[in-house]
């Protein structure tokens, strides 16, 4: 039996997660303090449908990409 894989962008489907917050630099400071793995660190961005965001990406630890954004 062939062993599954875990999450990440190798896989075919859905290539991240996206979850709104209040304040993006406070859930770096936690998830930084858990272990988790910032991919790339908050900046301001244009998203269609959202407008100018401040953006970071975490790792799940498998590898996973999750979004966290806050609208400026």
């Known amino acids: 039996m062939r062993e599954p894989q875990g999450l990440g962008l190798q896989n075919r489907g859905i290539g991240l997660w996206s979850f709104p ?4 630099t406070l859930v770096r400071e936690r998830a930084l303090r ?21 953006s970071m990406i975490l790792a799940t630890p498998d590898g996973f990409p999750i979004e966290v954004y806050q609208p400026a």
Do not use: K, M, N
């Open 21 to 24: 917050t209040a304040d993006v």
């Open 34 to 54: 858990q272990g988790a793995t910032v991919r790339r660190e908050p900046l301001l961005i244009e998203t269609p449908g959202l407008g100018v965001v401040h």
